[in-house]
């Protein structure tokens, strides 16, 4: 009871409720810990990434993985720098973000137009549920060996395999979007005597822009997965490749200095579409508050 | 035309669109006589001999004990690495980095590093594997929904003296279950891919073996019945998970009916 009421008298004002909102979210502190929080924000992560870095090494080093299984950190690094200024490298990296980048404008020009057809029209939108609903679950892995009977090593597969992941989440953002549509607002415009076509670009394409913005970011990642998986079952030339010839010769440190390699492709790609995302979500009242 | 014909002309297409694909797909692939493409009765019937239930036990059983096990230490480690997490700036700070990295990482880079280090081709590395990229989505949504909680929820219960692990239990968990779900339901899918991709790796039992191994002799049947078989499973772990979802967030939809 006495804590209750130290708490509550503390927490009177209703300006101080907000404050400790805002604390909470990370995004506005209280005065007397401002300074604090705002260098932990830079020297915490740095922190915590060289202390895990040290502990790979250690662990390595003192051979509690043996350095056979576990090279250190510092070899691996080495393994990766001496790797990148080779030039099989960076084509085969090259060709990495080639698939990775026809796959998901595939998916894009194909999921976006259906996605907003089967979220304006109702009718379409019932007789393609079934197939649909079977379809998107499918693990695209499953088509590893049917690609690799019919279109072979070749970048059609690789492309094929990212198109047919990235589509999927797209689409079912992208008919969100467009379902998700102000009715007042195409009311209105239609009492404005704005046409069906007026209608499509200016009120529903803009209002889903969000929604496709968030499937771009997810099918990116899925589309940059497919296209390593094709190059790593079946051989497309690209980083995946790579990995799946250091792993037969068992060059170890080279499968590591990869997987760092493909993981950072992985984190770059992820950020410049989350950037693009938090741009179609400016305007968004969700945003508001964290952008400060 | 009425609502009631229109509605009518609606669920007939609903119906009347899958059937007419599968007939589609049985006629296109009878007239193609193409090896690669076996007629969709070829297929349906290579399905029964193999999958009901002839070889369900030596394949089938492993592949959805993996996905199982791996599936659960995900979302069990998440919850419980999520809610510390999403509960303390310091931590959350520090533990980020790491986070966004794994999480971007693609799958099947790892798959070689998976053997090597475990020493093995078997169980462990397979759930192992699994577990560690079902990890994120759990992950990332348990902070997420416990970061979304209202603060003076928790304020109010402390001030009240309610122990720390009671709030959490009663207020944290709850609040957050919504947002858990969904990432557990993102996991499960990843479940069934990585073990896919883990199996067509290097096995020696599952479905992702079974797909290796009918591609390298060639055996068109097996592999489209495997194909079909990995649809399949996809599909009804996804609903029986979101029936599992209905059960558990029922007093969430009722609350959230009752309010808006």
Redesign the interface.
Known sequence: MHQAMRYTSAMAAPGDVATAAAAYDGALAPRLRSRLPRLGTIAIPVLSIAASLLLWEAVSRSGLISERDLPAMSTSFQELWAMIKTEPFWAAFAHTVEGWAIGLSLAAVLAIPIGILLGVNDFAASAFRIPIEFLRPIPSAALIPLLFLTLGTTLKSEVFLATFGAFWPLLVQTMYGARDVDPVAIDTARSFGVGPRERLLRITLPSAVPYIATGLRISSTVALILAFTAELFMGTPGLGQLVNQAQAYGLTEQLYALAIATGFLGVAIHIAFSALERRALRWHPSQRSTGA | MSARSYRL???G??????VA?LVAWQLWTAHAQSP?FPRLSTILTTFQDMWLFSQFGTHVVPSLERVGLGFAIAAVAGVAIGIPLGLS??SR??????I??????????????SI??V?SIGNEQKIAFIAFFCLFPVLLNTIDGV?GI???LI?TA????VPRHERIRRLVLPGAMPQIMAGMRTSL?LA??TM??AE??SSTSGV?YV??I??NT?Q?GP??A??VL??VL??L??VLFILAERRLLAWHRGWRAATS
């Open positions: 002309v609606k669920i297409a609903e119906i009347a669109v899958p694909i690669r700036r310091v700070a520090a533990a980020m980095p790491h966004e990295y794994w999480r971007a990482m693609p799958p099947p880079a790892l798959l070689p590093i090597v280090l020493h970061r209202d603060p003076t304020d402390r001030s009240y003296g899918s069934v891919i896919v991709l067509y790796f992702g797909l290796l009918s591609k060639y068109l592999m489209w495997a194909i990995i649809g996809g599909y772990l996804n």
